[in-house]
């Protein structure tokens, strides 16, 4: 599974810690790749996103997905990262989201939950699409 693993926390009065899995490679944005690492970086994600919309429990909508969210490790893994825009969504109900460019509210078919964060991967496929093309 393609998920950055959160391994543990602290809170202590104020303070608060969480213990999260060391990145090397840092995010997409920090490598420069070759066009059959950037395609294996875009299934992998796709596989996380899809572990996340059909075989949780209940739908994990990412929220956020996008180069600095897609972290890799030494062997150039993706590993999606950063779900604090995340929502848990019980499967057959319908959720409003706030979208963060506008702020307006809109309410999503519950045929159509998990089409955000696929309309998202797709951008993020176009933009490594563009950053191999020849012209």
């Known amino acids: 599974m393609n998920l950055k693993e959160m391994w543990g926390y602290c809170i202590e009065e104020k ?3 969480l ?3 060391y990145m090397k490679h840092e995010n997409l944005l920090s490598n420069a790749l070759d066009w059959k690492k950037r ?4 299934v992998g994600t796709a596989k996380s996103l899809a572990y996340l919309h059909e075989e949780c429990l209940e739908w994990v909508l990412h929220c956020d997905v996008k ?3 897609i972290l890799l490790e ?7 990262a ?3 825009l995340s929502k848990l969504l019980k499967r057959g109900r319908r959720l409003i989201v706030a979208s963060r460019e506008s702020w307006i509210e809109e309410i999503i078919d519950p045929g159509m939950d998990d089409k955000y964060d696929m309309a998202k991967m797709e951008l993020l496929a176009r933009v490594a699409l563009q950053c191999v093309a020849e012209d």
């Open 19 to 21: 213990v999260r899995e």
């Open 67 to 69: 180069p600095q969210n």
């Open 39 to 42: 395609f294996e970086i875009a």
């Open 82 to 84: 950063n779900f604090g």
């Open 74 to 80: 030494s062997n150039n893994q993706p590993k999606v």
């Open 15 to 17: 303070h608060r810690l």
